[in-house]
């Protein structure tokens, strides 16, 4: 029989806050239901490693929904269910709403697809002391070290000088061969490991073993290296300068893992940003709703949301606009009256390296979706900082929706610091906070996240959807 609490007791509970554990506050249908969602995220992560590739998974997804291809100037109407490809690299799905839209505007929920990695030089492959190799060039912030021993997969596209495109997945299959990036023996390291972390691997360090067979021609020279390329010519068809108009990348050769005795964890490459990317997907295409929604997932944001593809391209600006007129509305009282989910992943507070969090404001494993109403760095510089309105209108959205979620800062005020698209899409006129998963070890080959956290993210979507 359970004590009578005291007042203060129960004053406590009524005036204080706490966050809690999403797995202890879930019953056991929605412990089932988190589980279940979490499979489909993780077979996403292992079909989507780049961005063109998460594009392409979403497009099939979105026809199996029954959504059909907008094309600008296409006539909308009320219902309507679109997806808008721009370029292979970003894709925008988008419900038509009943609502008024310069009275209630549109939902955005906004996400990348894009995610830290290595890419290939344009004229990269070289032979050197019996060994090929592809000179790279990486993208995003990466902790170089990281990506050296460790298996790789070759993803991306080739366009030959004809126009013809070819896809190439090497590395994933367990009969494909993989890639690698040497590094260099403890015995003979001493001198490297006596420098910064930052400086234990150069940039032009990292390049990739891609062969080690000579081609049989007593008459040739550099036989290792030609032997890759006739490889690669019997394979797909390319010579060498083909490579010159190719976006090639090596990526960790892993597929997403359960991580623990109890499976409370997934381990992958790509939950930056992937792991918010597939709720919005899915949220957009499997809910309906009397609002107007739009999930955009886009490229870039890894190197600064920049480009065609980035969210500062015109185009997704361009997108709404088209929605507005053809439902007959003032796209400026649109854009007002419009709100954004800016959804991308935030820093977990990891035990093992306490000094660089601030604990009260830090995003704790498996409590929640975590909102971070500011990034940039040091004083907010270059942040979208969300106003206590439309935070508070949120939070009575996701009170409404039974959502567990939590608040969030990137790390220590004068110790952090990152950024997101929120600021662009704020910079449209339209109210923007960031919302996404809490990560340990981001930007790292592998990440982990908590499947709670990743079905929260899902029932937070669907709360500002509704």
């Known amino acids: 029989m359970s004590e009578k609490k005291s007042k203060g007791q129960q004053l406590q509970k009524e005036l204080s806050y706490k966050k809690q554990n999403y797995y202890e506050l879930a019953?056991?249908?929605?412990?089932?239901?988190?589980?279940?969602?979490?499979?489909?995220?993780?077979?996403?992560?292992?079909?989507?490693?780049?961005?063109?590739?998460?594009?392409?998974?979403?497009?099939?997804?979105?026809?199996?929904?029954?959504?059909?291809?907008?094309?600008?100037?296409?006539?909308?109407?009320?219902?309507?269910?679109?997806?808008?490809?721009?370029?292979?690299?970003?894709?925008?799905?988008?419900?038509?709403?009943?609502?008024?839209?310069?009275?209630?505007?549109?939902?955005?929920?906004?996400?990348?697809?894009?995610?830290p990695r290595i890419d290939i030089k344009q004229n990269p492959l070289y032979e050197d002391s019996s060994m090929a190799f592809l000179k790279t060039h990486y993208y995003g912030g990466i902790k170089k070290y990281q990506w050296t021993a460790i298996p790789l997969a070759l993803h991306g596209v080739v366009v030959k000088k004809n126009g013809e495109k070819l896809t190439v997945r090497v590395g994933d299959d367990p009969k494909d061969p993989v890639f690698y990036i040497t590094d260099l023996l403890p015995h003979l390291g001493a001198d490297q490991m006596s420098g910064r972390a930052g400086k234990i691997i150069d940039g032009e360090q990292l390049n990739v073993v891609v062969g080690g067979l000579p081609y049989a021609d007593e008459d040739v020279s550099e036989k290792i290296k030609l032997n890759v390329l006739a490889v690669l010519n019997r394979a797909y068809g390319i010579t060498e300068e083909d490579f010159l108009s190719a976006e090639l990348s090596a990526v960790?050769?892993?597929?997403?893992?359960?991580?623990?005795?109890?499976?409370?964890?997934?381990?992958?490459?790509?939950?930056?940003?992937?792991?918010?990317?597939?709720?919005?997907?899915?949220?957009?295409?499997?809910?309906?709703?009397?609002?107007?929604?739009?999930a955009m997932l886009v490229d870039k944001e890894e190197i600064g949301s920049e480009g065609t593809t980035g969210i500062q391209s015109k185009v997704y600006e361009d997108l709404m606009e088209e929605i507005s007129i053809a439902m007959g509305a003032n796209f400026r009282k649109v854009r007002f009256a419009?709100?954004?989910?800016?959804?991308?992943?935030t820093a977990a507070y990891d035990p093992n390296f306490a000094g660089v969090y601030e604990k009260m404001n830090s995003a704790m494993l498996s409590c929640g979706t975590a909102m971070c109403k500011f990034t940039g760095a040091?004083?907010?510089s270059?942040?979208?900082?969300?106003?206590?309105?439309?935070?508070?209108?949120?939070?009575?959205?996701?009170?409404?929706?039974?959502?567990?979620?939590?608040?969030?800062?990137?790390?220590?005020?004068?110790?952090?610091?990152?950024?997101?698209v929120a600021k662009f899409v704020a910079q449209l006129n339209i109210d923007t906070v960031d919302l996404g998963v809490p990560v340990i070890s981001m930007h790292a080959p592998w990440e982990v996240v908590s499947k709670a956290d990743l079905y929260s993210n899902y029932k937070a979507f669907l709360a500002f959807m509704k």
């Open 338 to 345: 419009s709100k954004c989910l800016s959804s991308d992943v």
């Open 252 to 294: 960790p050769a892993y597929n997403a893992r359960d991580i623990g005795f109890d499976r409370a964890l997934i381990g992958a490459y790509g939950h930056d940003d992937r792991v918010c990317a597939y709720p919005a997907l899915t949220a957009v295409l499997e809910n309906e709703t009397e609002h107007t929604v739009l």
């Open 382 to 420: 270059g942040s979208n900082d969300a106003n206590a309105e439309f935070i508070g209108e949120v939070r009575k959205m996701f009170a409404e929706g039974g959502v567990v979620w939590q608040t969030a800062e990137l790390g220590k005020v004068d110790v952090g610091g990152g950024g997101t």
């Open 378 to 380: 040091r004083g907010k």
């Open 27 to 115: 019953d056991k249908a929605e412990k089932k239901a988190i589980f279940d969602y979490a499979k489909g995220y993780m077979a996403f992560l292992d079909a989507a490693k780049t961005e063109r590739e998460a594009c392409d998974y979403a497009v099939k997804a979105a026809q199996e929904k029954g959504f059909t291809e907008y094309h600008f100037g296409d006539k909308l109407a009320a219902g309507d269910k679109k997806y808008f490809v721009n370029r292979g690299k970003s894709i925008v799905v988008f419900r038509v709403g009943t609502k008024n839209l310069e009275e209630d505007g549109i939902r955005v929920i906004a996400s990348h697809i894009d995610a």
